[in-house]
């Protein structure tokens, strides 16, 4: 019988077919080909027609047996190659754990950022608060009230960054917090202000922006000696027990006396070199008593009161600290620079 034979054919072409198929999309297209709509097998059920009846029966059950065949073989070589290629999949992309990382910078704090909260940390451990105050200040309390005339070089177009707006400036110290500080609390207080200040300058060792610690200490006897020793302590906490401490009588309105403290050079160790311009020391911050007319102005009794401050540059004392020879490099935002400073 002719479709008998066309089974047997079939059979055997597509048994053979299959030994070599590699993939699912071969394994779909033999499907196709034998059990879709078009298919060889399906074709198999209309030559049924042509058979004479009492052998529909036999050829029927043959095409259906032959049809059950084929969909168990598929259906088997199907979970193989999805096996297969699942297996594939994941050996390709199989994480190697001895391969090094990618490096990602953890980041850091700024040199100035980690001097400024070193700074503060010493000073709050001794009992100072931190008190904070506006960068746009008023020229009042960044002048009138810390005794500064209206005629003090200071106040100059070119050392002053003026604010459009009438009786304002970017400040040009952190002293004005001083006032702020009085204004709001009675003695005693002992403050500490860190803070960003503004000045038309700018050279190796000069920026228009830049950090100062203002510290304040007001209360019953207080004395030069207590200004000494405190400074003393935090000196030696930055700079170690060795660094050589001189007081220097200089002016400030806003203290009477006044002095500037200098330290022994930290890159000559005091014999003579560019940093220090050959003196063997390097000036590191302004200080002195409260002049009786800033009391005045914020209302403190002087005959009961007195007090000491101070204003000290951060930049500054991050360059002596990590002998860093222009203060431009501290803006530069180079990460060659700043990662140096990492963890200190
Ligand atoms: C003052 O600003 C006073 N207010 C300090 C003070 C406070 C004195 C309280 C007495 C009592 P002076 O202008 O010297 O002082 O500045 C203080 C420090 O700021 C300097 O020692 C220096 O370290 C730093 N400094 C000044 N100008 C610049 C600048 N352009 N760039 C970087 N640091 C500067």
Not at 64 to 83: G, P, W, Y
Not at 166 to 189: D, E, F
Not at 228 to 236: N, R, V
Request: charged content about 30%.
């Amino acid at each position: 019988m002719q479709i008998k034979e066309n089974i047997e054919a079939l059979e055997k072409e597509y048994q053979e077919k299959l030994k070599n198929i590699k993939d699912l999309k071969q394994l779909q297209d033999i499907k196709t080909e034998l059990l879709g709509k078009k298919g060889k097998i399906t074709s198999l059920f209309k030559l049924l027609k042509e058979v004479p009846p009492e052998k529909k029966k036999e050829v029927g059950a043959l095409i259906n047996s032959v049809k059950a065949k084929f969909e168990d073989i598929l259906k088997e070589f199907e979970k193989q190659l999805t096996e297969k290629e699942l297996e594939e999949k994941l050996k390709k992309s199989k994480i190697d754990i001895t391969l090094p990382g990618a490096w990602v910078s953890p980041g850091a704090p700024h040199p100035v950022t980690a001097t400024l909260r070193y700074i503060s940390d010493i000073f709050v451990s001794m009992g100072f608060k931190i008190e904070e105050g506006p960068e746009v200040e008023l020229e009042e309390y960044n002048f009138d009230m810390l005794n500064i005339p209206k005629d003090h070089p200071a106040r100059e177009m070119q050392d002053t960054f003026f604010i459009n707006k009438k009786g304002y400036v970017l400040r040009t110290h952190t002293s004005p917090v001083q006032i702020r500080a009085m204004l709001k609390q009675k003695p005693p207080l002992a403050v500490i202000a860190p803070g960003k200040v503004y000045r038309k300058d700018l050279d190796p060792t000069h920026s228009p922006m830049f950090h100062q610690i203002e510290g304040l200490v007001v209360d019953e006897n207080i004395t030069f000696r207590d200004l000494k020793g405190i400074l003393k302590i935090f000196l030696e906490s930055v700079f170690g027990k060795n660094i050589p401490i001189r007081f220097r009588p200089s002016y400030f309105p806003f203290t009477e006396p006044s002095a500037e403290v200098d330290i022994g050079c930290t890159v000559c160790k005091g014999k003579g070199c560019r940093v220090c311009k050959n003196t063997g020391w390097l000036e590191i911050l302004g200080c002195g008593m409260v002049d009786p007319n800033v009391f005045e102005a914020v209302g403190i009794d002087t005959e009961k009161y007195t007090g000491f401050a101070f204003g000290l540059g951060i930049e500054r004392i991050t360059m002596l600290k990590y002998q860093i020879p222009d203060i431009r490099l501290l803006f530069s935002n180079d990460m060659r620079f700043n990662l140096q400073f990492k963890g200190i």
